[in-house]
């Protein structure tokens, strides 16, 4: 039987696309123990999805996570695995995009592009695939494995197993860190050769992984502006190879009628109400972000960190935000991911009050 597919959302028509991101574990991306926090059940997901599929929103990205960060709450110590939820969702969705989160080093690649075909049959076309090289040393110690000494070169390798079984190659494997004989995999994805891939690597050498391998990489910027040097850049090391990269980045997402009653939200649940032990251990993992800004910057990241571990705060009216919208797509971001301290309380708001005003800036079309 042959499956009819729409294009992947990720490449629809609108101008600055949105999606979910971090839905799928605990805290969602705040690092906070505002009693209302983000719990991550399985309902509440479900839920969240299907108004974001219904709203036109293109995708929903869930966070590999192995751990938590410690702290009062454990941020992120309760996740769901991100290939078995994606097919949970693929099932339960009619037109968003589900990308499934996969660190390479620790996933066989001829499993994952089991698991990957998979839902890319459920959800006849939907799926996405983030690759994820890893950073987060106490998750390799507790697979027993260390990372490589380049984790870009093995994810590559990785990385060319998979797509060849997405493809319906049969082959044999030689390489460093790969070595693998009568390589086979059916089904083939629906999307060929593979489904929409992305990656959200910082480094050099993981914006030339992603720019071999990702059709769009995400990245977090300090302000909007410098935000234009990194797309450049991605862009560039795109080029060599001959790729045509879109650029995401990642926000986290506090709406609200008046500025005031936005930040007065921010400065509870990510200052005040901060998990402070788990904002020092995620930050202290990250190393750059604790010991390369002055103490201004560092006081503001740690606001974010706490937000929305690093990424762009969005706080305040629905007009702020758009407006805020408007710039990163004025500079050539093609969208960004959301979250929110609790999705089910507020993605209904940002939904009725936020999407409409992107269409009449021309960031987004009414959904028919
Ligand atoms: C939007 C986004 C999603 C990410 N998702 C994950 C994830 O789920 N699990 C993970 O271990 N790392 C995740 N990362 C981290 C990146 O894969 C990457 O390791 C990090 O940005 C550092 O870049 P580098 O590896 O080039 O140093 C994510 C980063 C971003 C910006």
């Known amino acids: 039987m042959t499956v009819a597919v729409a294009p992947n959302p990720l490449f629809g028509p609108n101008s600055f696309k949105l999606g979910i991101f971090s839905e799928n574990a605990d805290g969602g991306l705040a690092l906070t123990t505002v009693p209302e926090r983000w719990r991550a059940e399985w309902d509440d997901i479900v839920h969240i999805s299907r108004l974001a599929d219904r709203a036109g929103i293109e995708f929903i990205l869930p966070i590999a996570r ?28 009619e037109r968003i995009a589900i990308f499934s989160t996969v660190h390479a080093p620790l996933v066989h690649p001829v499993f994952a592009a089991k698991a990957l075909a998979t839902i890319d049959h459920v959800s006849h076309g939907r799926a996405g695939l983030n690759i994820v090289c890893g950073w987060n040393q106490p998750e390799f110690e507790m697979f027993g494995t260390a990372q490589a000494d380049d984790r870009y070169a093995q994810g590559y390798e990785w990385y060319q197993v998979l797509v060849r079984i997405l493809a319906g190659e049969a082959f044999d494997f030689s390489g460093k860190y790969f070595n693998l004989k009568g390589v086979i995999g059916a089904p083939s994805s629906v999307q060929q050769p593979r489904p929409v891939t992305m990656s959200a690597a910082f480094s050099p050498p993981g914006r030339d992984f992603a720019a071999k391998t990702s059709d769009f990489l995400f990245t977090t910027f300090a302000e909007i502006d410098s935000g234009a040097a990194h797309i450049a850049d991605i862009r560039e090391r795109g080029r060599k190879v001959g790729r045509d990269l879109g650029v995401f980045t990642t926000t986290h997402v506090v709406c609200r009628p008046t500025q005031g009653e936005a930040e007065a939200y921010y400065q509870r649940y990510a200052v005040d109400l901060a998990d402070h032990v788990a904002v020092d251990r995620h930050m202290a993992l990250k190393k750059e972000f604790a010991h390369s800004h002055d103490p201004h910057v ?17 706080v305040g009216t629905p007009r702020h935000i758009v ?46």
């Open 66 to 93: 192995w751990k938590g960060f410690g702290g009062e709450t454990d941020a992120r110590g309760r996740s769901f695995e991100t290939l078995t939820h994606g097919a949970a969702l693929a099932a339960l969705t």
């Open 323 to 368: 407006d805020e919208m408007t710039k990163m797509q004025a500079i050539g971001f093609a969208g960004t991911t959301l979250s929110f301290v609790n999705f089910r309380d507020e993605l209904p708001y940002f939904i009725d009050q936020v999407l409409p005003l992107m269409v009449e800036a021309g960031l987004r079309q009414p959904v028919p």
């Open 298 to 314: 560092f006081d503001q990241y740690r606001q974010r960190f706490a937000g929305g571990v690093g990424t762009y705060p969005l």
